[in-house]
Nanobody
């Protein structure tokens, strides 16, 4: 019933930018805390950014001002603008919704940054 469709990944050169999107259904989007995570093979999934229902944002330290998380409640969509990408940013990026104290995940979208 809960479905998160995360899209927008791709392959870019160092310094490039992308905008990731997450379309949510089956969840009360307006009252859900949303977040972006990323994961590489064999490593733990790590939180990149979070935005609450009231619009408060939190970022991982390594983002260093390069990423921006936002939400459009009218469209039930979460965004992550990623700028100044480096090879270390290569990962599968996942959309997360926290709803009724449960976490729901998108299937992930691949971001690849070539050196």
């Amino acid at each position: 019933q809960v479905y998160l469709a995360d899209t927008g990944g791709g392959s870019v050169q160092p310094g490039g930018s992308l905008r990731l999107s997450c379309s949510a259904s089956g969840v009360n989007f307006k009252i859900s805390t949303m977040a972006w995570y990323r994961q590489t093979p064999g490593k733990e999934r790590e939180q990149v950014a979070q935005i609450t229902s009231s619009g408060d944002t939190t970022y991982a330290g390594y983002v260093k001002g390069r990423f921006t998380i936002s939400r459009d409640n009218a469209r039930n969509t979460l965004y992550l603008r990623v700028n100044s990408l480096e090879p270390e940013d290569t990962a599968v990026y996942y959309c997360q919704a926290r709803y009724c104290d449960r976490d729901f995940w998108g299937r992930g979208t691949q971001v690849t940054v070539y050196s």
